[in-house]
């Protein structure tokens, strides 16, 4: 399952004592020896938390069913996903340096006909019902999102 070799080194059992051994990528494994001291009882691999900073503010789920269900709906022509509407209009970017984010996350279980679920995370009481073709600038402003002016 793990490739290479283990970060740290490997110790002799103690009956009864764990042992750990730290696996790369940020992977423990900890075993449990029997009174002979030569089988392992128990094998339990765990992974290490640790956080990662990032300098986004704001983020912005899309329900990635509901538009899948429309097949677009927006844009000028309404062939275009709201989540790469909003991206484009606001100028988000992607991954964790990014000030704002704007995600496809799994069906949110509201499911709207004809219409798309959006929840903003720094208000998760209040969650959006989109119309199909309706303004995308409408839409980013009702969630607080900066407007990016397009020249």
Known sequence: M???????????????????????????RASICDDVGTRTLHTYIAVMLRS???????????????SKKLGGGFGKKGSKPLVKELRKLTGAGKGRKADLLVLESPCL?????????????TTPETWLI????????EVAEKLGMPVMVQG
Request: charged residues 20%; positive net charge; contains cysteine.
């Open 2 to 28: 793990f490739r290479g070799r283990p970060l740290a080194l490997r110790l002799s059992c103690v009956v009864g004592r764990p042992k750990v051994v730290r696996l790369g990528a940020g992977y423990l």
């Open 52 to 66: 990662v900073p990032a300098k986004t503010r704001s983020v912005v789920l899309v329900c990635s069913k509901c």
């Open 109 to 121: 279980k509201l499911c709207p006909k004809g219409a798309v679920a959006v929840m903003d995370a």
């Open 130 to 137: 989109v119309p199909a073709q309706s303004d995308v600038k």
